[in-house]
């Protein structure tokens, strides 16, 4: 047993922290990127710089781009990402997280040689979406009915995708269809195709959320043409494929929410001594429940990471990580909003108008949680997980 | 480098501890001492001194085992999971370890090959005030020559009628600082002006008062240094209090298992409940608090056996403790329905002992105070130059 890092780790750490102060201004907020087309600029531009460390895609072996780094490396990485709020890491949603991986694992030689230097890169054709919900699969994702029908060396889309981030910013999508529709189980026929968003016949409309943010947005697909190597791994073997990736979201993503919780925390006590909320009892007790919950999801989230690290199967650690930290966000957002008190009511968009405070962090938490607790499976989807896996239980759903 | 894994040794440790404990500890075990007067089986006890278990921290030169304060931590993670009850926490956590650091080097060749052997110890510092706030010792030490007499009530001692000896927490001075002026006497417990009284505590666990009417005690029994016996009391603050924690965990991971169990065995509308939802993410949420309370309690516990413990980190654990054991237990009889609410059924002996334990050294809202005020005193990584 041991909680140190290694040198290794610790000289990494140090380095990005050099990183954060010469690049990335001290009140960035994360969370803009794909919202602002000035904020996108600069993260893109931050991506860059990060694929020139090599930590962009700091887990890839280096014959791809990457750093070949460990496990360990990766979540300190990732941990110092969500606490400084470095933008341009993720470059759309899943090129660094699950194309490149599975590209790897999956991937045709052409596939490898074309996409995955784009990504290691920071290059604006490295930025992806994915293509995965849809109007009738949501949670049940294996339902999902866009088609892909091959025809001669082609495939032909149609359907439609929902709630896809970033698409408006992305050059490839992630996009999982169905290529057989009389395989008998919905699970069976599903394939994994890479679509070029500058092609014929697909068209981004725009899905603003509650508070006027821009992330989500919806695909359609409309007779669009892809070559038929553009098919990733087996055809009709999506969904083994999708399963293996997502579990590797889950538990990075949860590291990502542990530095930014922790950030957040920090500031909130920081501004409780400033503007002397400290203190009030009430204040002190509700700030140091939610200090607990943030050491125990870095505990959980350090844990997996440790898990996979030894090459251990993971299946239920990244629901547990993933349904704790969205009750956390909760938790955090309340108290945060708490402690700004009636300047938490201000437009999250706005984070420097005179009266922001903490330049809308903790009001734009309070919003947001709710949203982006539906990405990779709802909470209640994960404790479905935690049910059948951890517990043994009978599937409930 | 990051490990949440054990050594070997650790795991044989585990391993043997909980066979132990299951054969000589079954659950009709646990509710017969209830109602036994010593509260505690002296054969199991012996053969637990037999098998190095009351000296396992205790270094080879004292008669010990000489293991590691994670052994200590393992070994009280299965005793909370068996609920065995037995002065062991009493004697082998609160006295053995603060004689250990703080004692002189006679006190600790006369005193702690006693404790290997088995010799039963506990620690009485809980006064009318109930709680770990240097202000509520008041138990009265007056000096007389060379000597001292203690005179007052100490509360929720356990297993003080077992007990040989007792480390009683006094006030050696009145004014200055509550912090000051507290001295840590080691009294036999059949010393003249001892009196016992049982408190009849919902599991019958055996917490005392013990009542103080001038009895002696020497300059030779003093613990550490006079006047600054609330060293002592911090230090049990942060290594007992993770002890505690542990064995905490240990039965909130014993009731989620039985629970999870029922779920899956009883059937209502031709299907285990465990297979419906309601039930299903209770139990995962549960879970989620029972797998986050052991490793915290491993962090802490880690810290401190690197002789580096980290205070918040301490208190962190004991929160989290308090509310995970007693939402488990609570969540465990909801989910057994009408059976939970039986003497037959285990989870309700989990249950009796939330308060016990949720407030032995240290409540929620003591420990989230002392969480705040570490943080508070800290610049924020994000103002660090």
Redesign the interface.
Known sequence: ??????EK?KKLRAEIRQFVKENIP?GQVPYFEEHDDQEWAFSMSIAKKLAQKGWLTISWPKEYGGMGASE?ERMVYLEEVG??GIPGWMMGIGGIGWVGPSLMLFGSEELKKKHLPLIASGEPDGVWCTGYSEPDAGSDFANLQTRAERIGEEYVINGQKVWVSAAHRARWCWLAARTDVSAPKKHAGISILIVDMKSKGVAVRPIINFYGFHLFNEIFFNDVRIPVANLVGVENQGWRQLMQSLGFERSYSTIVVYGESK?LL??L??YA?ETGA?RRPYI??K???V???I???K??A??TV??MS?GERITWEPS?DK??RD?INDQLSRIGTEIIGAFAQVDPLETDTKWSRLRGRAERLYYRWTGYASAAGTT?N???I??QF???????? | ???????KD?RLIRKSVREFLEKECPKDRVRELKTDEKGYDPRVWEKMVDLGFLGLVISEDHGGMGGDY?ELMIFMEELGRSLFPSPYFATAVLCALPIDRFGSNEQKQLILPAIADGQIWTLAVLEASADYEAAGIELAVTREGDSYSLSGTKLFVPYARAAEKLLVIGRTRADGHAEEGITVFMVDAVSPGITVNSIPTAARDQRCEVRFDNVRAEVTDILGQPNRGWEIIEYLLQAATVLKCAEMSGGTQAVLEMT?RY??DRIQFG??I????AI??K???T??GV???K??V??AA??I?IDRPIK??V??AK??ANTVYQQTCIDGITIHGAIGFTEEMNVGLYHLRTKAMEFELGGS?F???R??KE??QQV????QP
């Open positions: 047993m041991d909680f140190h890092f290694g780790e001290p360990l606490y400084w950030r920090d500031e006590v920081q001594k400290i002190r007790q700030l140091a429940d200090a607990v919950e050491e125990t999801l505990v959980l350090y844990e440790w898990k030894k547990r349904a704790f009750m209640d994960q404790r479905n935690i049910g951890a517990l043994q239980l009978p599937k409930a759903y | 480098m990051v490990d949440f894994g054990f050594s650790q994670l999870r779920a899956a299907k285990p465990g297979s419906l939802q299903q993410h139990l995962a949420n879970f989620i797998e986050g309370l490793n915290l491993y962090e880690w810290h056996s918040e980190l208190s962190m929160v989290k809202e420990h989230r105070e969480i705040i943080l508070e924020p990584l994000f103002l």
